[in-house]
Protein backbone atom coordinates (compact mmCIF):
# COMPACT_ATOMS: atom_id res chain seq x y z
CA UNK A 1 0.00 0.00 0.00
CA UNK A 2 0.97 3.27 -0.98
CA UNK A 3 -0.11 5.78 1.72
CA UNK A 4 0.29 9.93 1.42
CA UNK A 5 0.71 11.78 5.15
CA UNK A 6 -1.13 14.27 5.67
CA UNK A 7 0.17 18.16 7.28
CA UNK A 8 -1.40 17.12 10.60
CA UNK A 9 0.20 14.00 11.09
CA UNK A 10 3.56 14.69 10.09
CA UNK A 11 2.74 17.62 12.85
CA UNK A 12 2.03 15.23 15.32
CA UNK A 13 5.00 13.00 14.61
CA UNK A 14 7.65 15.61 14.91
CA UNK A 15 5.93 16.92 17.97
CA UNK A 16 7.37 14.42 20.78
CA UNK A 17 4.64 15.89 23.39
CA UNK A 18 2.10 15.89 21.62
CA UNK A 19 -1.43 13.71 22.41
CA UNK A 20 -1.91 11.80 19.00
CA UNK A 21 1.85 11.11 18.91
CA UNK A 22 1.79 7.67 20.66
CA UNK A 23 -1.30 6.86 18.07
CA UNK A 24 0.69 8.65 14.82
CA UNK A 25 4.06 6.26 15.72
CA UNK A 26 1.87 3.16 16.02
CA UNK A 27 -0.50 4.02 12.88
CA UNK A 28 2.86 4.44 10.85
CA UNK A 29 4.55 1.63 12.70
CA UNK A 30 1.81 -1.08 11.44
CA UNK A 31 1.81 0.71 8.37
CA UNK A 32 5.76 0.05 7.70
CA UNK A 33 5.65 -3.76 9.02
CA UNK A 34 2.85 -4.24 6.83
CA UNK A 35 4.95 -3.14 3.95
CA UNK A 36 3.26 -0.37 3.48
CA UNK A 37 5.36 2.87 1.58
CA UNK A 38 4.89 6.53 3.38
CA UNK A 39 5.16 9.62 1.36
CA UNK A 40 5.35 13.34 1.85
CA UNK A 41 4.29 15.94 -1.11
CA UNK A 42 5.68 19.37 -1.57
CA UNK A 43 2.29 20.65 -0.30
CA UNK A 44 2.74 19.01 3.01
CA UNK A 45 5.95 20.78 4.26
CA UNK A 46 4.78 24.02 2.75
CA UNK A 47 1.84 23.52 5.33
CA UNK A 48 4.14 21.83 8.06
CA UNK A 49 6.34 24.71 7.81
CA UNK A 50 3.81 27.61 7.86
CA UNK A 51 2.49 26.13 10.90
CA UNK A 52 5.53 24.90 12.47
CA UNK A 53 6.95 28.21 12.92
CA UNK A 54 3.45 29.73 13.84
CA UNK A 55 3.13 30.51 17.83
CA UNK A 56 2.56 27.94 19.79
CA UNK A 57 -0.96 27.50 19.89
CA UNK A 58 -1.83 29.52 16.91
CA UNK A 59 -3.31 26.87 14.50
CA UNK A 60 -1.38 23.92 15.16
CA UNK A 61 1.64 26.55 15.69
CA UNK A 62 4.78 24.70 17.16
CA UNK A 63 6.57 28.34 17.67
CA UNK A 64 9.94 26.52 16.04
CA UNK A 65 12.68 28.65 14.62
CA UNK A 66 13.45 28.27 11.19
CA UNK A 67 16.38 26.36 11.89
CA UNK A 68 14.89 23.95 13.77
CA UNK A 69 12.02 23.75 10.93
CA UNK A 70 14.62 23.57 8.53
CA UNK A 71 16.06 20.38 10.67
CA UNK A 72 12.59 18.89 10.44
CA UNK A 73 11.87 18.91 7.77
CA UNK A 74 15.52 17.25 6.27
CA UNK A 75 14.40 14.89 9.11
CA UNK A 76 10.92 14.28 7.36
CA UNK A 77 12.28 13.40 4.04
CA UNK A 78 14.95 11.58 4.99
CA UNK A 79 12.36 9.42 6.61
CA UNK A 80 9.27 9.29 3.82
CA UNK A 81 9.88 9.78 0.39
CA UNK A 82 9.06 13.05 -0.94
CA UNK A 83 7.19 13.14 -4.27
CA UNK A 84 7.50 15.80 -6.98
CA UNK A 85 4.37 18.32 -7.98
CA UNK A 86 4.14 17.06 -12.11
CA UNK A 87 2.33 19.23 -14.46
CA UNK A 88 -0.48 16.79 -14.37
CA UNK A 89 -1.42 17.90 -11.10
CA UNK A 90 -2.88 21.14 -11.74
CA UNK A 91 -4.78 19.57 -14.05
CA UNK A 92 -6.25 17.20 -11.87
CA UNK A 93 -6.62 19.76 -9.12
CA UNK A 94 -8.83 21.97 -11.16
CA UNK A 95 -10.66 18.90 -12.64
CA UNK A 96 -11.95 17.43 -8.70
CA UNK A 97 -12.22 20.94 -7.58
CA UNK A 98 -14.92 21.07 -10.83
CA UNK A 99 -16.41 18.13 -10.15
CA UNK A 100 -16.84 18.48 -6.69
CA UNK A 101 -17.78 21.84 -6.49
CA UNK A 102 -15.20 22.52 -3.72
CA UNK A 103 -14.79 25.93 -2.31
CA UNK A 104 -12.79 27.59 0.49
CA UNK A 105 -9.56 26.19 2.60
CA UNK A 106 -10.96 22.77 1.17
CA UNK A 107 -9.01 23.90 -2.20
CA UNK A 108 -5.78 22.21 -0.42
CA UNK A 109 -7.10 18.74 0.46
CA UNK A 110 -8.46 18.99 -3.00
CA UNK A 111 -4.59 19.10 -3.95
CA UNK A 112 -3.72 16.22 -1.62
CA UNK A 113 -5.93 14.43 -3.43
CA UNK A 114 -5.23 15.14 -6.84
CA UNK A 115 -1.49 14.30 -5.86
CA UNK A 116 -2.72 10.74 -4.70
CA UNK A 117 -4.30 10.11 -7.95
CA UNK A 118 -1.30 11.56 -10.03
CA UNK A 119 1.36 9.77 -8.01
CA UNK A 120 -1.26 6.43 -7.95
CA UNK A 121 -1.25 6.46 -4.31
CA UNK A 122 -3.44 3.59 -2.31
CA UNK A 123 -4.62 5.77 1.30
CA UNK A 124 -4.05 9.36 2.94
CA UNK A 125 -3.22 9.16 6.49
CA UNK A 126 -5.05 11.90 8.31
CA UNK A 127 -7.05 13.10 11.11
CA UNK A 128 -9.39 14.95 9.16
CA UNK A 129 -11.27 12.31 7.63
CA UNK A 130 -14.25 14.66 6.73
CA UNK A 131 -12.58 16.98 4.99
CA UNK A 132 -12.27 13.97 2.23
CA UNK A 133 -15.38 12.39 2.69
CA UNK A 134 -16.41 13.75 -1.31
CA UNK A 135 -13.24 12.38 -2.79
CA UNK A 136 -13.20 8.40 -3.92
CA UNK A 137 -10.16 7.50 -1.55
CA UNK A 138 -8.87 5.16 1.43
CA UNK A 139 -8.78 7.78 4.42
CA UNK A 140 -6.97 6.12 7.02
CA UNK A 141 -7.25 7.81 10.75
CA UNK A 142 -4.52 6.89 13.55
CA UNK A 143 -7.04 6.71 16.40
CA UNK A 144 -9.18 4.08 14.60
CA UNK A 145 -6.51 2.20 12.80
CA UNK A 146 -5.72 -1.27 13.55
CA UNK A 147 -4.04 -3.91 11.66
CA UNK A 148 -7.37 -5.37 10.60
CA UNK A 149 -8.32 -2.41 8.80
CA UNK A 150 -5.59 -2.26 6.33
Avoid at 35 to 40: I, K, P, W
Avoid at 137 to 145: D, E, G, H, Y
Wanted: net charge negative; hydrophobic share 45%.
Amino acid sequence: MRVLLDTNIVLRYIQLDAEEHQAIEAAIDTLLEQGAELYLVPQVMYEYWSAATRPYGTKNGLSMTSEETASAVAELTATFKLLPDTPQLYDQWLYLVVAHQVMGKQVHDTRLVAAMKVHDLDALLTYNAGDFKRFDIRVLSPSTMTSETL
